[in-house]
Structures are given as C-alpha cells and as structure tokens.
C-alpha cells in the first residue's frame, strides 16, 4: 500500500498522560498535514510542514501538541498531558503540489482515533 | 460565522435520484475548492476539484459561483454505495495551504 498510513490506529489512554502518532506521508510527497476531526464535524487544521520545517501552525495547537518531521519523511504528533477535549480522531495528510501555487491535492491516511478516559 | 457552511442533512434520497447539495465560503480570497466524500469513521477522499468553469466526473457534477461564494455538487441517478458525508473543502491561498473543510452533509441512498 503506497498510501499515507498512521499508527496506532487507536489510542485509549487516562488524562494526564502523554500520548505520540506517527504518520507515514505517500513517498516523495515534500507536504505533510496533521488535522484534527471529532463526531459531526469536518477535519480542523492543527499544522503542515514542508520538507523538514513547520511553516503553519494552528491556534488549536496549544502548548501540550507538539508536531515534528525531523527527516523530512515520517512525522510524529505528541500530546502532553492529555485531556478530554482531546478526544477526536487525528488524521495526517501529504501533497506533493505545483511549487507555490494555490492548495494541491491532499491525500488522507485512515486516522488515530484518541479517546481520552 | 463559519468560515464554510454546509447543510448537515440528513438527505434521504431513493435510488436512481438526482440529488444536489449546497456550500457557502465567507473569504473571497479563497483560490482552491474541492469536494471530499468521507465514510463513516473513515478518512476523507478526494471526490473532486471544483474549477471555475464547472466539471463533471461521471455522475457527478461541481460548480463554482466566485461572485455568490457558493459551491455545488450534483450527483445523478444515485447509488446506494453513494452512501456518505460530503464535504465541502477550501483553500484560503494567501500563503496558507490549510484546508478548511465544512461540517459535511450526510447522504443516506435508500433502495
């Protein structure tokens, strides 16, 4: 399968504790996305690097998420201090786009689901 | 307001029908559309890009009004495996490449 995957694909975990995600982009795609979706809502944007940098952040990325693509391949999302409201399905995304121009086509993986307890 | 708008539905359509759902985006500044189809408790897919001119994929139909803000997609003569959320998608190019995606309308294709 030469598609985005991500591990785990769930996630249970107590508050307090401090949870990571991997995600595997398509290779070669330079672009890589982590979202954030929880029941009845489209996915939210949490941050995007290209290449080995984090050229976007959301301000739904509070301080406990931190985001990293040291390699500029595989990305990993850790959460410290887990809360609640972190529960919601955390999905990553990769494009390979036309240099700068407008939004190219972003290819989702199949998720970590995060439940909170 | 959301900065994308969509009707939640349900939209209970029987097969064979033509169905139609609506989106509305608040920043005109908005360069890239797209429609993402999503099954339950699965990851979103691409349907298809929206262009200016309008496209079609099949049954599938997508237009654009710039001037209204409002995206389209019309889907004929449906199918059961049509079954999902569509979601109504935009990029806000101005140096940004974060999708922001509507809440989705759910289309329920019944025999």
């Known amino acids: 399968d030469t598609g985005v995957s991500q591990d785990p694909r769930h996630k249970i975990t107590k508050r307090g504790q401090n949870v990571t995600f991997r995600c595997d982009p398509i290779s070669e795609h330079n672009r890589l996305y982590w979202y954030r979706q929880t029941l009845g809502q489209g996915p939210e944007f949490l941050t995007y690097f290209q290449n080995e940098a984090q050229l976007e952040k959301s301000r739904l990325l509070s301080d406990r998420f931190s985001a990293e693509r040291p390699k500029g391949s595989f990305s990993t999302l850790e959460i410290q201090r887990t809360e609640q409201g972190d529960s919601a399905m955390y999905l990553c995304?990769?494009?390979?786009?036309?240099?700068?121009?407008?939004?190219?086509?972003?290819?989702f993986g199949p998720g970590t689901r995060l439940t909170v307890l | 307001r959301k900065e994308v708008e969509q009707d939640p539905g349900p939209f209970n359509v029987p097969e064979g029908a033509t169905v139609a759902f609506n989106c509305t985006y608040s920043n005109s500044a908005s360069q890239s559309f797209f429609w993402y189809r999503q099954d339950c408790r699965k990851e979103p897919k691409l349907l298809m890009s929206v262009y200016s001119s309008g496209n079609e994929d099949g049954r599938f139909t997508a237009q654009l009004n710039r001037a209204s803000q409002y995206i389209s997609l019309l889907i004929r003569d449906s199918k059961l495996s049509d079954s999902a959320t569509y979601l109504c998608v935009v990029n806000i190019y101005t140096g940004r490449r974060a999708l922001t995606f509507g809440s989705g309308t759910r289309l329920q294709v019944q025999p």
């Open positions: 995304a990769s494009s390979s786009g036309p240099g700068q121009g407008a939004g190219d086509t972003q290819y």
